[in-house]
């Protein structure tokens, strides 16, 4: 039982980084190669952001082809718009875009 840490005490960390308090951050695991929340940014390549796009402009136009109507054409152009943007995601690698 002499083991045990107390309520809101992190093993290792001084009354001041405890807790959620702004010195969170400072306490780091052993070996960690970033504190906590300290990751370089990167918000994805140009070809995913375009296949990304694509489907958006898939979902938007089959979403207006449901309300306005329902206008099937348009819906199922829709479709295949987001079936492209998906094929072109796939085909660009864009599962590999994450940390």
């Given amino acids: 039982m002499a083991d045990q840490v107390g309520s809101g005490i992190v093993s290792g960390a001084t009354e001041s980084t405890a807790g959620f308090g702004p010195g969170v ?18 918000s994805g390549r140009p070809v995913s952001w375009a296949a990304v796009i694509i489907i958006v402009i898939g979902f938007i136009l089959g979403g207006a082809a449901l309300v306005a109507g329902p206008v099937w054409w348009l819906f199922w152009t829709g479709t295949g718009i987001v079936v492209v943007g998906g094929i072109v995601a796939t085909a660009s690698g864009i599962f590999n875009d994450w940390y």
Avoid: L, N
């Avoid at 951050?25 to 070996?31: E, N, Q, R």
């Avoid at 906590?36 to 940014?41: A, K, L, M, N």
């Fill in 25 to 42: 951050s400072d306490v780091a695991p052993a070996g960690a190669p970033h504190a906590p929340g300290e990751y370089p940014h990167f």
